[in-house]
């Protein structure tokens, strides 16, 4: 095989009560792309989309995590990719860990399965990096393994992919204003308080339970974000009036995805994503701000072969 | 029946990674308690124990808790409440908590169970508000129903019971020292650092994921208290030495039980617990302070009924 095109897709990290510990996969949008061998050890990156992101390899999320694989495994040939971004970049569900962990997933197809799936997560986040400045998993990973996963903690990465209830859903509006992640961090006051955090246990605690139990009155009442939502908020426009919107329009829950802006509601089916698309977008239909609205059923599958 | 006989058990509350938010019942020890009808609507205690504990009902954590469904239930009669405590007073295992919980237990069944479990943690809590100033469940829930429980947050009080792998062990050392709940609170600072917060987070979801799982590596590298245990540690002597000998010995992990003085270790089966009691009797046999260990199943019942 020497080339693959594979999809891959966007993730809501944080989900609440998990900040930088919890992400999940959504079946849309994502990313495509194309990854084709070529004789040189080196990496070349063509961008089908309009968003005029870096095809530097070194300053590009997929160049960065190919060209590590190709160090490290001292490869004598190279990778062509082709990336056609399905996500906005900077939109807050994981476009650059869409096209790093893409990258790395088919270059471990192109090669025949030589790196586990811890393996990839690392390259993954080294791509992943050149766009936030960190090393984080809570993106790349449900990219990468889809679902739902727990970052345990970093050092070795210890990481669970938590099963996900059949009826689990996610509607997702994105505004088209850009956050930086670095941004979106600076934001944050190093110092919370204790009885803060531990209530923000509580409901992790409640959401990992109801996940496992398929409780949804439990996931409800736990996708609850004490620490970090109140001080990002204001980075979003009309953000509590998104998500009362959303609980509204039945949604278990709703909050900031990943750093913003986008903002996510998960939902007990269907219908009810769908509910919630009409309620979010009628909040922003007249605000003159350019955004998107996907309803996806979480993807438990994660990056896939397309051909 | 107008008379019944009970055992309301020890627990663990924190369990390390989930401070104010997890606790978990002991075999053993725990208090034995009669409670009979008494023509008048007050109540009676009696302490066959030598803790000299306040025999007033409006002093006493179980004489309280009687007191409180006397009220509401507007019954016309009362109690007499006898108390012999396995559970050494202010030793971080609950026991306030056992006889607040063992009374409402009885209670409710000698008047033919009206209570729901909610109701009964209500006034249990009512009880162990007379010796910790808080209303707090995270050592009445485990002792009334057993197991691991998990309090995910109050108003409404949102419980939940984890369930508990069959090998789970604990070992448990008390140093006969007093430490107040009040003063253990007192040393904690009211802020912590979020990276702090994040840690401790990502360690109980993996706790909670490893219960649902019996998953001992995964519960074994959870079990770690970034935020309270560094700031209590000093209030026990060689708390340290001991969690060290815990872990040589083959603990999944160690740390403080509930403020303390009390120190427990999570173990994968009964040898290993035994092991693990060796190991910390090593540590405080020479000390001259005066202490017991006990090793115990987790007690998924919690207070049960003698005769």
């Not at 095109?5 to 944080?14: E, H, L």
């Amino acid at each position: 095989m020497d080339q693959i095109k594979v999809f891959s897709p966007g993730t809501i990290a944080n989900v609440s009560c998990g900040f930088d510990v919890l992400g999940l996969a959504l079946e849309t949008p994502g990313d495509v792309m194309v990854v084709k061998k070529i004789d040189a050890p080196l990496v070349q990156i063509i961008h089908l989309d309009a968003y005029n992101l870096p095809t530097d390899p070194e300053q590009n999320v997929a160049g960065k995590a190919a060209l590590a694989i190709i160090d490290d495994l001292k490869l004598d040939y190279g990778f062509e990719i082709t990336i056609d971004k399905g996500i906005h970049p900077g939109s807050g569900i994981g476009s650059s860990s869409a096209s790093a962990s893409g990258v790395v997933f088919a270059i471990n197809q192109l090669l025949d399965t030589p790196l586990s799936e811890a393996q990839q997560m690392h390259y993954a986040m080294i791509g992943e990096y050149v766009a936030s400045g960190s090393y984080h998993a809570d993106n790349v990973a449900p990219a990468l393994i889809g679902g739902i996963v727990l970052i345990r903690g970093y050092g070795p990465l210890d990481y669970l992919k938590i099963p996900v209830p059949n009826e689990l859903w996610a509607t997702v509006i994105t505004p088209k204003i850009p956050i930086r992640t670095f941004d979106a961090r600076r934001v944050l006051k190093s110092k919370v308080l204790l009885t803060d955090a531990i209530q923000q246990c509580g409901n992790l605690a409640g959401f990992i339970a109801g996940l496992y139990t398929a409780n949804f009155g439990l996931i409800s009442r736990s996708l609850v974000d004490v620490l970090i939502e109140p001080q990002r908020a204001v980075l979003i426009p009309e953000f509590y009036a998104l998500k009362q919107a959303a609980l509204e329009a039945g949604a278990l829950g709703s909050g900031i995805s990943g750093s913003g802006p986008s903002v996510f509601a998960l939902c007990q089916g269907e219908s009810k994503a769908i509910a919630v698309k009409t309620a979010l977008n009628e909040v922003y239909q007249d605000l003159g701000i350019p955004y998107e609205i996907n309803v996806s059923k979480i993807n438990n599958q994660g990056v896939k072969i397309l051909e």
